[in-house]
């Protein structure tokens, strides 16, 4: 184990440190930490949720001039989620060393941003299309960055912004050190990322699977039609503190969001064609807990980091085995314990191997729940709701009516009964709508192996599958 204050760091950075709860280094942390303070270019990769925004963060903010009111480091983040949670720690990390970190995401007053940047902020956490607005603006130069770091290192350098990470690393610096952080790198993308560090050292953590331990993984065959009352079941059995429901398009997270409103749960739908202040309100809402169930697109499968996520629910199975990877990782972080299941449509089985094979974990096999079993789930949490009320008392003011409710019935069972009965939640069978989606195609090599590369040369190992590449006319992502 890796004591922070073994890592020759600052004390502005020990106190900070100390003050957000990091009592020793991840492994992550501890073995890039050095390394990058040395001015080595590298690739980490560590499973989700163990900590890499602080070990890019922390030998980031050390090397930061504050006396310098230029930009000199720059974070690039695939979603703007994720680069507002990046600049809050990284905020957090360098508030002692007076470190200034600003996030510039789109969908935001770009006005507001460029009085912010004249501010002279050292480091900047943005995505790909607004970093490059504000460099063709004129309003961010990046002549003095010495550190890049790409989170989400592989989906940055994926079809979708490879144009726009090129078009930024032309303004910054070659004698820069850069930094490549995610939980997974398959081997066609760490070639395309060597090709702009200096001899980079790859530093992994080894472990035998790429998904958290922590996390139990299971699957669900079961056929499309009958998904929904399934997840509806399961929700009812597991009572989740809070839930990601992932599925494949935006319709189908809609779709999903206003279903299971409909069925009496507290549910909201996030993905890319929601305005961003819609984006940042259903996040805070789930974050605050009140909103349970988050269903999502993949906008929301990479690096968010949402304390009390106990479940991950993949309504799809994700088309890609990284997709699974980080979409499952948004539960057993930090160390917490988490539940994914995943849905399988009796077509897919195929997809669930290629999955199971790169990740080296088996998911195991789960029945569907039945009607009563869901019943028994919401009758212990009513159970539970109703001890937890006894235990804190105060209950004076609704004694006179269960003296009341005593004389009148005879059975104490009969009239506790029927106060469960009230507050049970009991399995909803209401209909529903969900339009079918179509199942994968079935062609085991449009997923993962051999077929066309990325960038249309033969022979080298397909990744993000049958997806075609959806460019807008700038080769920006279409969003998710
Ligand atoms: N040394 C530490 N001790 C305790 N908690 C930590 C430590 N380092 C980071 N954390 C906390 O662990 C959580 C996960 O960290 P982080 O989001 O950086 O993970 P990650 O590896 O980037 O995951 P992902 O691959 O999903 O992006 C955060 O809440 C973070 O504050
Ligand atoms: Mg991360």
Redesign the pocket.
Known sequence: MTKFSDLNLSPAILKAVNR???????PI?AKTIPLSKEGKDLIGQ?Q???????AFGIPLIEKIDTKNPTVQGIIIAPTRELAIQVSE?LYKIGMDSRARVLAVYGGSDIQRQIRALKKGPHIIVGTPGRILDHINRRTLKLNNVHTLILDEADEMLNMGFIDDIEAILKTVPDERQTLLFS?TMPDPIRRIAERFMKSPETVRVQAREMTVPLIEQYFIKVPEREKFDVLSRLLDVQSPELAIVFGRTKRRVDELANALTVRGYTAEGIHGDLSQAKRISVLKKFKEGRVDVLVATDVAA??L?I?GVTHVYNYDIPQDPESYV?RI?RTG??GKEGMAVTFVSPREMGYLRIVEQTTKKRMQPMRPPTWDEALEGQQRIAMERLSEAIQEGDLDEYKTSAKDLLTEHDDPVEIIAAALKVITKEPDKTPVHISEERPLPSKREHFGGGGRSRRGKPGQQSYKGHRKPQRRPSGRRTSY
């Open positions: 957000m709860g990091f009592e020793e280094a991840t942390q560590a989700t949720g163990t900590g890499k925004t602080a720690e939980a990479r690096g980091d304390s980080h990782g972080r930090a």
